[in-house]
């Protein structure tokens, strides 16, 4: 049977590509075979891929919050759009959990002109910028012009001295984060110019997707619980992640959920993030 991608592309279902992505949520094998059959027995010549996702979405709801908004983890950071603010943020989360300090958008002055950077973090002593590459496209990839771009940059403020976490600060690596994926001739590139990349699902094992499941670091756009208006009130708090309104009512209530929803919400959390 054929399906069509969100790029136009037409592909053969993928039946083992679809159970895989279920069993990634946490839901059980019996609860992913029932899912499959369902979707199995609604679905015909040319559907969307994103009318499959959909069903996908809505079954696993009915079985549990966390697995589906486990399952929404991709389109969750895509709400994290659509200027990418709120993405340069999450990145900076996911350093500060390894224990990197972190600041964002900060304006510094290179050798030639000034440049906006999105975020910055230091490690033992070793300061890095990170370039963030939003897309809300889902098929969208970044291309070698944004690390050759990205790389003229770093090369113009790595040559002077900043004000950053201390005085006479020297900015020695360079990433670069998408939410999307890079094309080949973009990691051939960085490879050869000593950049570190990080997507969706890349570096194999460390990427996006690995390092947000292995520590439970959830963009906040991931629960069922909220409405997209909820959700962009709390990014403007400041809350970023799940996992920071296990234990905050304060902010849930200044959105003004009610006392039943607060505990719905935090309970959804609370299983998502493994707290429960």
């Not at 990418?84 to 900060?106: P, Q």
């Not at 990839?141 to 005085?167: A, C, G, Q, W």
């Not at 006479?168 to 984060?177: F, G, P, Q």
């Amino acid at each position: 049977m054929k399906v069509v991608k969100y790029s136009g592309a037409i592909v053969d279902f993928n039946r083992s590509k679809l159970k895989h992505s279920l069993l990634k949520s946490g839901a059980s094998p019996d609860i992913v075979d029932n899912v499959l059959q369902l979707i199995e027995s609604e679905i015909y010549e040319g559907i969307s891929t994103k009318r499959i996702y959909k069903m996908a979405f809505g079954l696993l709801k009915k079985t549990s919050n966390s697995h589906a908004a486990r399952y929404n983890l991709r389109e969750a950071i895509r709400l994290l759009g659509p200027a990418g603010f709120f993405f340069e943020k999450f990145i900076a989360r996911l350093f500060a959990f390894e224990h990197y300090e972190t600041k964002v958008n900060l304006i510094l002055w290179g050798k030639c002109v000034s440049h906006e950077v999105d975020v910055l973090v230091k490690s033992n002593d070793v300061i890095s910028m990170v370039e963030c590459k939003f897309h809300v496209g889902r098929d969208a990839t970044t291309d070698v012009k944004v690390p050759m771009y990205i790389l003229s940059r770093f090369n113009d403020l790595k040559e002077k001295k900043h004000e950053i976490f201390s005085r006479n600060d020297v900015i020695s690596k360079c990433w670069i984060a998408t939410n999307n994926r890079f094309t080949s001739d973009a990691v051939d590139f960085a490879k050869c110019s000593g950049l570190n990349l990080i997507c969706w699902d890349y570096p194999k094992g460390n990427n996006l997707k690995n390092k947000i499941d292995n520590r439970q670091l959830y963009p906040i756009t991931c629960l069922t619980t909220l409405t997209l208006s909820e959700k962009e009130k709390l990014l403007i708090l400041d809350v970023i992640l799940v996992r920071e309104i296990i234990n905050n009512r304060e902010d849930l209530e200044k959105i003004g959920l009610s006392p039943n929803r607060i505990k719905n919400v935090i309970k959804e959390a609370s299983e998502l993030c493994r707290f429960i």
